[in-house]
């Protein structure tokens, strides 16, 4: 606990008690209990799958009563995200199951590979966005689609901003799945905008200090690695990861590997989104507007958390105790039903 913010720390060691990896979020006390409860009409059961040898579990959300319900297999953002995605107190994956549920809509949403096992990931120098991300994307959508109560021939597949942004890769996999939901995601590789994060967030107090300017050089420096990663030394990490996954990274162009999806492609984004920005939006918009099977919504209001707020966006809203906005998910399900 600090004066000022308080911090979660994370020592990661190896069997030898050596440190392998470090990492430090905010976190904000919870003042209250969580008094958001799962409607009447809903169920929850927990599912486990199997993905490169990992268990990975989560929840499988529909009504109560029913069958035969389309599908929704939440992919996380960057970072160790629970099955809720949880930030501070907001849920945005539990907002969104929830409401589709009681629209006669299941999902499943799972921890997240890092989440539940981030000594490993951070030690393996092979790892790369297939263990990050895809291959317990395809996985999780295998496990669902044998489930009793849906139908396998409406299954989605919904990506949120890093999930969004392998969601081509996903369906080259994934090859029962009826449609996909792009939601807050890059068109580019992080190298083209995690720069323009930093100084962002650096301008939040109007004042850039010498430890800021600091910080941003030395990700300046970074990122220029990234140009050519097969020169990144063997046992240094770049961005938090080793040179393999930078490696994989560069020979990937998410819009140019879209053009291969010919199913139903809901993009989504938040016009206040100040990590993935609306400039990423325009990029998918310029290449695939015209295509039939994609469409585009922004929202005024909203975040990188599809939340509803005001003036100019920080981190700091996101400790404010919100809800996915409603619209957004009813443009989920008119989507889906259609």
């Not at 990975?56 to 319900?69: C, I, M, N, R, V």
């Not at 890769?169 to 930093?198: C, F, N, S, T, W």
Request: include cysteine; hydrophobic fraction near 35%; charge should be negative.
């Amino acid at each position: 606990k600090c004066s000022y913010e308080n911090y979660n720390l994370q020592v990661n060691f190896d069997g030898n008690r050596n440190i392998v990896g470090f990492t430090y979020a905010e976190y904000a006390e919870k003042d209250s209990a969580d008094d958001r409860k799962i409607p009447d009409s809903v169920m929850e059961t927990d599912y486990s799958f199997e993905s490169d040898g990992f268990i990975l579990s989560g929840t499988f959300t529909s009504p109560k009563e029913g069958t035969d319900f389309p599908v929704v297999i939440f992919v996380h953002g960057s970072g160790p995200c629970d099955r809720d995605e949880s930030i501070f107190e907001n849920k945005p994956f539990r907002d969104i199951a929830w409401a589709l549920a009681e629209q006669g809509i299941a999902s499943y949403r799972y921890e997240k590979r890092t989440y539940l096992y981030a000594q490993e990931a951070l030690a393996e120098a092979t790892f790369t966005i297939y263990q990050e991300s895809i291959n317990d994307a395809v996985a999780a959508a295998d496990m669902v689609s044998g489930l009793e109560s849906i139908n396998p021939s409406k299954l989605y597949i919904l990506g949120h901003s890093l999930g969004g942004y392998v969601m081509p890769r996903i369906a080259e996999l994934q090859r029962q799945a009826a449609g996909y939901i792009i939601m807050a995601a890059p068109a580019e590789h992080i190298k083209e905008y995690v720069v323009d994060q930093y100084k962002y967030l650096a301008q939040e107090d109007m004042v850039v200090s010498t430890e800021e300017q600091q910080q941003i050089a030395n990700i300046i420096e970074q990122v220029k690695l990234l140009d050519n990663p097969e020169d990144i030394s063997a046992n240094e990490r770049i961005l938090g990861a080793y040179k393999d996954y930078w490696i994989d990274l560069n020979r990937y162009d998410a819009v140019k590997s879209a053009k291969a999806i010919e199913l139903p492609i809901l993009v989504l984004q938040g016009e206040r989104d100040y990590q993935v920005t609306m400039e990423q939006y325009e990029l998918w918009k310029k290449a695939f507007e015209s295509k039939d099977n994609w469409t585009f919504l922004s929202y005024p209001t909203l975040n990188h958390l599809m939340m509803a707020g005001e003036g100019k966006p920080s981190p700091s809203e996101y400790k404010i105790k919100s809800n996915v906005d409603p619209s957004i998910i009813q443009d989920m399900i008119d989507f889906i039903n259609q």
